[in-house]
């Protein structure tokens, strides 16, 4: 019994930095970069400036930041040229359409590292571990829900939810990196781990008076995540939907953290006075 207490008073703390984005939805590719305007200024600007003499003078002048991040003048051309056809739209009367993706980062460190320097390797990383932080607040779901009745049954879970996100990586690496279908499957984990935790919420609802405060939060933040869907260009040029959406999931954050010492406390004194666990 102790044993099982002292798991799920630790899963609550884990949880704190687990889901503090439960919900990533990926999106399709970007509409901008698909635009013929954008994609043979690219090519203009690549052969016009990143070959010789023009090449070494981008290097010579570029801040030692940028080259420390590894841009590169091809990135240069695609920034200059995203603003060139921005220019454009707007000139037309047509909607600003999105460049260079959109992702909703649920590991803080690869949210880091990607926002910093978008390559190859730090979508993909981006992109699974927002994965595993689903799969993962899921796995801590179960744990508090069944674990200290049926401790088996989660080990059984967790071995499954492995099995899926070793299953949803191999193919995304090694088949198809196909953005409609990570987009697919980490909705759909999503909204299982949505209505795990609002059940958890609703069957505790009179034995647990700060029940409320996890149903809350997994609400908003998965509400607010109608922002990474409700895309619209950015304000003043700086802030897009994607930027306001982590802004607003920061106080909700603080709700989530009192439940969290609300739970422990309460699973701790559950143990010394010796009450079944339900």
């Not at 003043?236 to 909700?252: G, N």
Request: aromatic share 14%; charged share 15%.
């Amino acid at each position: 019994m102790a044993s099982c207490t002292h798991r799920c008073t630790t899963v609550s703390l884990l949880a704190l930095t687990v889901v503090l984005q439960l919900l990533s939805i990926p999106t399709h590719a970007s509409q901008g970069d698909k635009e013929p305007v954008y994609r043979d200024c690219v090519k203009q600007c690549v052969r016009t400036n990143c070959t010789g003499a023009r090449l070494r003078g981008f290097q010579s002048t570029q801040p030692p930041y940028m080259a420390l991040t590894g841009w590169t003048c091809r990135d240069d051309c695609r920034y200059q040229c995203m603003w060139t056809t921005v220019g454009l739209y707007q000139a037309e009367g047509y909607r600003v359409p999105q460049f260079h993706g959109k992702v909703s980062l649920n590991a803080w460190f690869w949210s880091t590292v990607f926002h910093t320097r978008d390559t190859y390797l730090t979508e993909k990383m981006d992109y699974f571990c927002a994965s595993a932080v689903i799969l993962y607040s899921i796995y801590l779901c179960c744990v508090r829900t069944l674990g200290l009745r049926r401790p088996g049954v989660s080990s059984m879970v967790g071995v499954l939810l492995i099995l899926a996100f070793t299953s949803h990586v191999s193919y995304l690496t090694f088949v198809s990196f196909d953005y409609g279908y990570n987009m697919a499957a980490n909705a759909t984990i999503g909204m299982i781990n949505l209505l795990w935790w609002l059940c958890w919420c609703w069957q505790n609802r009179r034995i647990l008076p700060y029940w409320w405060k996890c149903g809350v939060v997994v609400l908003l933040l998965h509400g607010l995540a109608l922002l990474e869907l409700l895309d619209f260009p950015p304000l003043f040029w700086v802030l897009d939907a994607h930027a306001v959406w982590h802004l607003s999931t920061v106080p909700v954050h603080f709700l989530f953290y009192s439940f969290l010492i609300d739970d422990s406390l309460h699973l701790l004194n559950t143990e010394k006075t010796g009450v079944k666990l339900e």
